[in-house]
């Protein structure tokens, strides 16, 4: 991830989007909500307007290219697929205090790191190596990018610390373990939400080029592109609500679904049209592989300044 400085982006007030009846949670916290209902990854958007560049911005990240599940069950060259969540008691496990390339800006901490955290790609993996966990004793959301260990202690990127029950976000400018400056776990597409059958979020994305820019919630671009043809760090893209449905078996469904209500938002570089979710031994791979018949063409950007929480 590339920090530079921020470009503010301003725009019209539009009227409210219908809220998520009840925020989010996870199996293993059930007392925290994954951000109040009224924070933007809980709210729907299937009835906002489209905006005006959307048919460019799909174009740049790619009209003929096909979504992408980045996420699964079992192995890809020996890691799991997926980010994972590490839930832990605050009052329990060890802190510490990561020592970060990007200390200006990330929370200093303590982080609460159990021996057993789960890494991205596992402890000996290349690439991002985000950790999430979640205290489910206080409600808070720790997140880490590039952790490593580091003699007795721990390394890593950079690093955010979340309250569940809030929507604040981060200083103007700032990174957080995701190059958007957003949290990642309100993002991912989970396997005990889509067996209970519904995602009632947006789900995380990337692309592989963005602007030298972002829109609200993202506080942070990593960029030197000024095209204003690519999109922006925390550009919100949703299904096409005509898009059929019929024939995708149910997990893939369930995905879609969500693609439609709550739509996705850009969050970091990389593969595009590849969206997140946690690690799980029951998704079908053969399910969630035919979602790569969907297409960038079939998403259009959707206009959202009027998704500003009323409280912080």
Same mark, same amino acid.
């Given at each position: 991830m590339r920090r530079a400085r921020l470009i503010a982006l301003a725009g019209l007030a539009l009227p409210l989007a219908a809220a998520a009846a009840q925020a989010p949670r996870l199996p293993a916290a059930p007392a925290c909500p994954i951000f109040p209902a009224d924070n933007p990854w809980n709210r729907r958007v299937d009835r906002l307007p489209v905006a005006a560049n959307s048919r460019a911005i799909v174009a740049s990240i790619g009209a003929g290219a096909g979504l992408h599940a980045d996420f699964g069950s079992g192995l890809h060259e020996g890691r799991p697929i997926g980010i994972p969540i590490t839930v832990v008691s605050g009052k329990s496990t060890p802190k510490y205090l990561p020592a970060f390339a990007y200390a200006g800006e990330s929370d200093r901490g303590p982080y609460p790191i159990p021996r057993d955290v789960r890494i991205e790609g596992g402890r000996s993996a290349e690439g991002d190596r985000h950790a999430l966990i979640v205290d489910r004793e206080s409600c808070t959301?720790?997140?880490?990018?590039?952790?490593?260990?580091?003699?007795?202690?721990?390394?890593?990127?950079?690093?955010?610390?979340?309250?569940?029950?809030?929507?604040?976000?981060?200083?103007?400018?700032?990174?957080?373990?995701?190059?958007?400056?957003?949290?990642?776990?309100?993002?991912?597409?989970?396997?005990?939400?889509?067996?209970?059958?519904?995602?009632?979020?947006?789900?995380?994305?990337?692309?592989?080029?963005?602007?030298?820019?972002?829109?609200?919630?993202?506080?942070? /671009?990593? +960029?030197?592109?000024? !095209? $204003?043809?690519?999109?922006?760090?925390? =550009? @919100?893209?949703?299904? *096409? &609500?005509?898009?059929?449905?019929?024939?995708?078996?149910?997990?893939?469904?369930?995905?879609?679904?969500?693609?439609?209500?709550?739509?996705?938002?850009?969050?970091?570089?990389?593969?595009?049209? /590849?969206? +997140?979710?946690?690690? !799980? $031994?029951?998704?079908?791979?053969?399910? =969630? @592989?035919?979602?790569? *018949? &969907?297409?960038?063409?079939d998403f259009e950007v959707v206009d959202t300044r009027s998704l500003r929480p009323r409280s912080p």
């Open positions: 959301l720790y997140e880490l990018y590039a952790l490593s260990p580091r003699g007795a202690g721990w390394s890593a990127g950079s690093g955010a610390i979340w309250s569940l029950r809030s929507n604040r976000v981060r200083p103007a400018g700032w990174t957080s373990a995701d190059a958007a400056g957003l949290p990642i776990l309100p993002g991912l597409a989970r396997f005990d939400e889509v067996a209970r059958g519904r995602i009632d979020h947006a789900l995380r994305f990337t692309v592989e080029r963005t602007r030298r820019a972002y829109v609200y919630p993202a506080r942070h /671009f990593a +960029s030197d592109l000024t !095209d $204003p043809r690519l999109p922006p760090m925390g =550009l @919100r893209l949703r299904l *096409r &609500v005509a898009y059929p449905l019929a024939g995708f078996p149910r997990q893939a469904r369930v995905l879609l679904e969500a693609l439609k209500r709550y739509g996705m938002i850009v969050a970091d570089n990389g593969s595009s049209w /590849f969206v +997140s979710g946690a690690p !799980d $031994p029951h998704w079908s791979n053969d399910d =969630l @592989r035919t979602i790569d *018949r &969907v297409k960038g063409s």
